[in-house]
């Protein structure tokens, strides 16, 4: 029987609310104006981002175009996929978390609904 799994998705300005669970930083890059003890992490997951060449080119396009969206989730996922050794241990870390509660994924893109948490969260309910 499969375990559904409580995943929000937050930005990182936002503060830490009661509801958050664990939360886990899924950038590259640390975000601008984040204090370490502000961004109160369970761990910061750069495994599970996208690589520097996809988040470049995704951001370089327009993000908000649909076909744009679909290129970037396409490679992310299968970058995902191809996995390794650290993404294993990235994804070994955050479903412990998940069965202990809830868990938020952050990221600092201004776009809400067209970001790597995002697309790592359908990825995760996909698996």
Do not use: Q
């Not at 470049?56 to 744009?68: I, L, M, P, Y």
């Amino acid at each position: 029987m499969r375990t559904f799994l409580t995943i929000t998705v937050k930005r990182i300005h936002e503060p830490a609310g009661p509801d958050d669970g664990a939360r886990f930083l899924v950038d590259r890059l640390w975000p601008r104006g984040v204090s370490k003890e502000k961004a109160v992490l369970a761990a910061w997951l750069k495994p599970l981002s996208p690589s520097d060449g996809l988040r470049k080119r995704f951001h370089g396009e327009t993000a908000d175009s649909d076909e744009a969206w679909d290129e970037f989730r396409t490679g992310y996922f299968a970058e995902l996929d191809a996995g390794g050794e650290e993404v294993k241990a990235a994804l070994f870390t955050l479903d412990a978390a998940a069965k202990a509660g809830p868990v938020t994924l952050l990221y600092a893109a201004k776009n809400e609904e067209r970001n790597n948490a995002v697309a790592l969260r359908e990825w995760l309910e996909r698996r």
